[in-house]
């Protein structure tokens, strides 16, 4: 259980267009889902947290008109980067957290990752 | 404030024992996680310790104490498949959106 994918896993853009990443919970519904950043050999940095039907809430220094998050459902989140640049070139990944009690209602699981280039 | 503390990378031979300190600070403790990130892959999880003391799962052990604000990940008979990053970290109250370590980078060699 507790399965998390991402689409797609991998993706190549021009600079300046915009690419969506959909992030999905296949068995369970995720109360909040998370959005993180990470280049190479470094750890995961944050971008944002989504609660379904409510706003994204962002973290310092990310720019919110810029990685546009919608939370439609409790199974599904989407990170529209748009007007993208090479700087966007990163690993996304997003993860979601389980309405269940204990440990469950605690822990993140992780989608595979979208890997970004932007040419 | 919130703060988390690993070294960078560590580097053991094939059959070994190694351990992956992680020092932390935070307001409110909702226990600690520990994941494992091979290059190019998401985090999987290791382990989660919310009280203190050593608890153990086949090879990898992870330890508490929360008095010290203090864990490690002890991993024994080191593999090559070992060789990955290791992440600790704390969800904060609240959304438990996570504060992640640095992460070690664990080379081991043949």
């Known amino acids: 259980g507790a399965v998390v994918s991402q689409h797609p896993s991998w993706v190549i853009c021009k600079s300046g267009t915009s690419v969506k990443i959909e992030c999905r919970s296949l068995?369970?519904?995720?109360?909040?889902m998370f959005w993180y950043r990470q280049f190479p050999k470094q750890s995961l940095m944050l971008m944002a947290t989504s609660n379904e039907g409510s706003k994204a809430t962002y973290e310092q220094g990310v720019e919110k008109d810029k990685f546009l998050i919608n939370h439609a459902s409790l199974t599904l989140s989407t990170l529209t980067v748009t007007s993208a640049h090479p700087e966007d070139s990163s690993f996304y990944i997003c993860?979601?957290?389980?309405?269940?009690?204990?440990?469950?209602?605690?822990?993140?699981?992780f989608g595979p990752g979208t890997r970004l280039t932007v040419t | 404030g919130q703060n988390i503390d690993q070294p960078t990378e560590m580097t053991a031979t094939e059959g070994a024992i190694v351990q992956i300190n992680c020092t932390y600070q935070?307001?409110?403790?909702?226990?600690l996680f520990w994941y494992q990130q091979h290059a190019g892959e998401a985090p999987t999880f290791l382990s989660y310790?919310?009280?203190?003391g050593l608890e153990e799962k086949g090879r990898f052990s992870s330890f508490l104490s929360r008095s010290k604000g203090y864990s490690y990940l002890l991993l024994k008979e080191l593999q090559m498949k070992d060789s990955a990053s290791y992440l600790c970290?704390?969800?904060?109250?609240?959304?438990?959106?996570?504060?992640f370590g640095t992460g070690t980078r664990l080379k081991v060699l043949a």
């Open positions: 935070t307001s409110g403790f909702n226990g």
């Open positions: 993860s979601a957290r389980d309405r269940g009690p204990g440990q469950g209602a605690i822990e993140q699981y």
């Open positions: 310790n919310v009280l203190d």
């Open positions: 068995d369970f519904q995720a109360t909040t």
């Open positions: 970290a704390i969800p904060t109250s609240g959304t438990y959106k996570y504060i």
